[in-house]
């Protein structure tokens, strides 16, 4: 059975600063990789996708990378804003018998940006 | 071009009751997929609707069902409503097809039921 984690659950650090969020997967056998953010009581907005034969993505300030060898990926924020406070969700999509097509997510990692 | 839509915003019901929650997908998307986030749970898979069919099911009982239409939109019922079924429903679309595996998944803003 898939499990993701994502460490640490909570980070703070001053605006300006550039940070690593983490995520970790058990089972390498995986279509892609999803980064989200969700602000409170909201949905979720999709940051950036990865997939298995990729090692990383960017988006502006985002760089999310790949080792699907270790069951790893990072997201890198670069010069973080405010407005970048939300949780930050990994989910990974396995790869089995076709119809056994669903996203597995992290627990999440809250994040909060200090002005 | 429209997001996932999601309606309503909040429901709110007593045990027992029945809930109907609402998704119509981004245009062109075939695929629904319907989560679960409940306080302290995180995000559970729920179902997945493809082309009209259900496709996979999540470690849900039967009371939790649901069904997709022929212009894709889904709806997800929830019947004898407990108060553990009080969540954040998310539903999610993406483009489907036999390159569904590879595609994003774009997220609604979600339903709030409240089950009282």
């Known amino acids: 059975k898939q499990e993701v984690t994502q460490i640490p659950a909570a980070l703070s650090v001053p605006e300006g600063e550039n940070l690593v969020l983490n995520c970790s997967f058990t089972d390498s056998a995986i279509y892609n990789l999803q980064w989200f953010r969700q602000d409170p009581g909201k949905g979720l907005t999709s940051l950036l996708l990865?997939?298995?034969?990729?090692r990383e993505q960017t988006s502006g300030r985002l760089n999310a990378s790949l080792d699907k060898s270790s069951g790893r990926s990072t997201l890198y924020i670069a010069a973080s804003q405010p407005g970048d406070s939300a949780t930050y969700l990994c989910a990974v999509k396995i790869l089995s018998n076709f119809g056994n097509e669903k996203l597995t997510f992290g627990t999440g990692t809250r994040l909060t940006i200090i002005p | 071009e429209a997001g996932v839509t999601q309606s309503p915003t909040h429901l709110i019901k007593t045990r027992g009751q029945q809930a109907t929650l609402r998704c119509s997908p981004i245009?062109?998307?075939?695929?629904v997929y319907w989560y679960q986030q409940a306080l302290g749970l995180g995000l559970q898979f729920l179902l997945w609707?493809?082309?009209?069919?259900?496709?996979n099911r999540g470690n849900f009982p039967p009371r939790f069902s649901g069904r997709q239409f022929p212009n894709y939109s889904s709806e997800l019922n929830v019947n004898a409503l407990e108060l553990e079924d009080s969540a954040l429903y998310l539903c999610?679309?993406?483009?489907?097809?036999?390159?569904?595996?590879?595609?994003?998944?774009?997220f609604g803003p979600g339903t709030r039921l409240t089950v009282l």
């Open positions: 609707y493809d082309e009209g069919e259900e496709r």
């Open positions: 999610a679309s993406s483009p489907g097809g036999w390159t569904g595996a590879y595609n994003e998944q774009f």
């Open positions: 245009s062109g998307h075939t695929s």
């Open positions: 990865i997939q298995s034969s990729q």
